[in-house]
């Protein structure tokens, strides 16, 4: 993306989070309150992250290559397991990347 | 002495004595403290990205939801495009319209105020609002943990995106990988539940299936489709209804 671009991206997505977060707050409760419109924001929530994980750690361009990545992914759900908290578990997840390359693999 | 006070509270100050309403205003600064720490791989990561310096910082102050922030630089890393990032920002912060819609009633507040709590208005500061049993302890944990995860938020994006402009490869420091991390994080919390362990397995399939024939971006539109289409079909309990037989 050109700078241009990226700013112009940079707005619109800002324009549209603060329209969305604005919208909850003019528009009447019960619109939202539906059990079917809570579970699927719920569960569009969950698959955007889980696909993220997915791009971020399997892909590279439009290949899907196993490389030091993986076993840091691997390293960050045991420390989520053991209830490490956000900013031990990204540190520890680059450190077992960084610590493989530095190695020689992935 | 015992008794409710004669006047409204929040606007004499007479809720700092409030227990209900400390305990609201602890709880909301150390969950500020522990959010905003992590502005600083949100910093790094989007300069590795490839955002600039001011970029970085205007997605922290103007978008400021940390999912649809991630997921941004995410797209613009994998050199995905422009409607592929703003797609995926804008449909991550569709539950910020849910909770602006749960906390409204509990903020009554007008104005510039209340364009003020809609931004502030996020996972972090929803979760201490509702939290709370007392309406002065809500309305204090919200613009209390808002504020502050605000303020700390963007303090530590514009570290951490210091840091990462000098960093150099990124790959050697590991940040690709936490990227991957943060994200996991940021799931984590929200797969308890049997049905989103479903919807998280069918993302995964059709992200790993899908990258390697379409653009970088629209793999996550496409798990993002089939949680709409789980949602919108699924019953929410069985045994309702006629139809025994199907």
């Known amino acids: 993306m050109t700078t241009t671009v990226l700013w112009a991206t940079v707005l619109v997505a800002s324009l549209l989070s603060l329209a969305l977060k604005l919208a909850g707050h003019l528009i009447p409760q019960h619109w939202l309150a539906t059990e079917r419109v809570q579970r699927t924001s719920t569960l569009v929530t969950v698959a955007l992250l889980v696909s993220l994980v997915v791009v971020q750690t399997f892909a590279d361009g439009q290949a899907l290559v196993v490389d030091a990545r993986v076993p840091a992914l691997a390293v960050a759900a045991i420390a989520l397991a053991l209830r490490a908290p956000f900013i031990v578990v990204v540190l520890l997840a680059a450190a077992t990347a960084a610590g493989l390359r530095a190695l020689g693999w992935g | ?246």
Not at chain 2, 14 to 23: I, N
Not at chain 2, 175 to 193: I, M, Y
């Open chain 2, 1 to 246: 002495m015992p008794g409710r006070p004669w006047f409204p509270t929040g606007v004499t100050g007479a809720e700092g004595r409030d227990p209900a309403v400390r305990s609201a205003v602890r709880q909301g600064v150390s969950v500020a403290v522990a959010t905003g720490l992590y502005g600083v791989s949100f910093g790094a990561l989007s300069v590795v990205a490839g955002v600039s310096v001011p970029q970085t910082m205007a997605l922290s102050l103007l978008l400021f939801s940390g999912g649809s922030q991630f997921a941004l630089i995410g797209v613009v890393a994998a050199g995905g495009s422009p409607v592929a990032a703003v797609a995926t920002s804008t449909l991550l912060g569709v539950r910020n319209a849910l909770y602006g819609a749960v906390v409204a009633p509990l903020l009554g507040v007008r104005g510039w105020r209340r364009l003020a709590a809609a931004h502030l208005t996020i996972d972090e500061s929803t979760a201490v609002a509702v939290g709370q049993r007392e309406p002065a302890a809500t309305r204090a944990g919200f613009w209390v943990t808002g504020a502050g995860v605000f303020v700390l938020w963007n303090a530590f994006t514009l570290l951490g995106a210091l840091a990462g402009d000098a960093l150099g490869d990124p790959r050697a420091w590991g940040l690709d990988a936490a990227a991957g991390a943060a994200f996991l994080a940021l799931v984590w919390p929200r797969l308890a539940a049997r049905r989103a362990q479903v919807v998280a397995a069918l993302a995964v399939a059709v992200t790993a299936a899908l990258i390697p024939v379409v653009p970088a971006g629209v793999p996550v539109l496409a798990a993002a489709a089939v949680a709409i289409v789980a949602g919108l079909v699924a019953t929410p309990r069985a045994g309702a209804g006629t139809g025994a037989a199907a």
